[in-house]
């Protein structure tokens, strides 16, 4: 797949980018803005005191604050990179900041609830156009961020009807910028999609992980020991920020339940396949799967390389 993260813009696509929570994604973004001059300044705004000290440190920003309304005035964009649980009441708070034309967006892995909870806030004359980038770690903090995490992924932006193709397109430019492919969906359709990619399969990780945690009869250590068997990239996921996905869950309930109702279903008949030794059911459904996995490779949204890339340990790492 060709390398997207180009060179640095001549014209940065913002005068003044704000973004609120300097976690993994804020963080990132700001070091890809910062190195395709995606934007002239940089306002990096998070509630904690540890997070601010950081970003100072590390020289992510050129103003950092607390302050959610003297951080977004005179900012022409403002992404909400904060957990989902909290975008309304963030937006709520920075409202009297925002200037008239100013473009609002944000970056959380659901997104019906964030319009719902966003929408309401925002005064006239100023626009919206909600975004998820479909990447990210299990790391957070903003020394987790790096600035190719956007690269060769999707952003996904849901604007709601109507919106302003002016706005739309700088938050396409932005994103382009940070090396992503970006494709435009409704809030009820990405909410559908990312729960059988994404959601589904983080609840599934949380659930063996804890499955494992609590078994009696094999010990932890055996757990820890052999888990390159398989669960050992269970835990990777399940190793995912809990404020983060706690909200997921709950601003995608109805989608997630409808999935979790389906695979429940498709469970079952496997486990059926088993008991039964239907041995040609099991392998239909495993060669079935097998090509999901080699389309994902081809499109270069994963490594073929063994072990998922895995550089074999050295002595140094021991
Ligand atoms: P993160 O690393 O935990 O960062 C979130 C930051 O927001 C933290 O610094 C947090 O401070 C701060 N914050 C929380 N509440 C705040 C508030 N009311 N006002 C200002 N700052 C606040 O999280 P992340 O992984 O970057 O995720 C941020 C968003 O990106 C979420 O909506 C998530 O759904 C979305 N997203 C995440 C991923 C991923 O893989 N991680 C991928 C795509 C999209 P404290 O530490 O003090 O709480």
């Keep these: 797949m060709p390398d997207r993260l180009g060179a640095p813009l001549d014209v940065p696509v913002f005068e003044r980018l704000a973004l609120i929570g300097f976690g993994l994604i804020g963080s990132s973004l700001a070091r890809v803005a910062r190195q395709k001059n995606l934007a002239r300044r940089i306002v990096a705004i998070d509630a904690s005191d540890t997070v601010r000290a950081r970003v100072t440190e590390l020289g992510l920003a050129d103003t950092v604050t607390g302050d959610l309304v003297a951080g977004v005035r005179d900012a022409d964009a403002i992404i909400l990179c904060v957990p989902v649980g909290v975008c309304g009441e963030v937006a709520e708070a920075m409202r009297a900041g925002l200037k008239p034309g100013a473009i609002v967006s944000d970056v959380g892995s659901v997104k019906g609830s964030i319009v719902t909870q966003v929408a309401p806030h925002l005064p006239?004359?100023?626009?919206?156009?909600?975004?998820?980038?479909?990447?990210?770690?299990?790391?957070?903090?903003?020394?987790?961020?790096?600035?190719?995490?956007?690269?060769?992924?999707?952003?996904?932006?849901?604007?709601?009807?109507?919106?302003?193709p002016a706005a739309i397109a700088k938050i396409r430019a932005f994103w382009e910028g940070a090396g992503s492919m970006v494709e435009e969906m409704s809030p009820a359709h990405h909410d559908l999609v990312l729960a059988i990619t994404s959601h589904l399969p983080h609840l599934i990780a949380y659930n063996i992980v804890g499955t494992a945690a609590d078994l009696e009869a094999v010990t932890q250590s055996e757990v820890i020991k052999f888990s390159a068997g398989g669960f050992r990239d269970f835990t990777r996921i399940a190793a995912s920020d809990p404020t983060m996905w706690r909200d997921v869950f709950l601003n995608n309930k109805d989608a997630v339940l409808e999935m979790l109702g389906r695979f429940t279903e498709d469970l079952s008949a496997l486990q059926r396949a088993i008991r039964y030794g239907d041995g040609e059911a099991l392998f239909n459904h495993f060669t079935r799967t097998r090509a999901i996995r080699r389309s994902i490779i081809e499109i270069g949204q994963d490594s073929a390389a063994p072990d998922f890339g895995r550089q074999p340990k050295t002595d140094k790492d021991q």
């Design 124 to 164: 006239e004359g100023v626009h919206f156009v909600p975004a998820h980038p479909v990447a990210g770690t299990e790391q957070s903090g903003p020394d987790a961020g790096f600035p190719t995490l956007f690269l060769n992924r999707w952003c996904i932006i849901t604007p709601p009807e109507g919106q302003d």
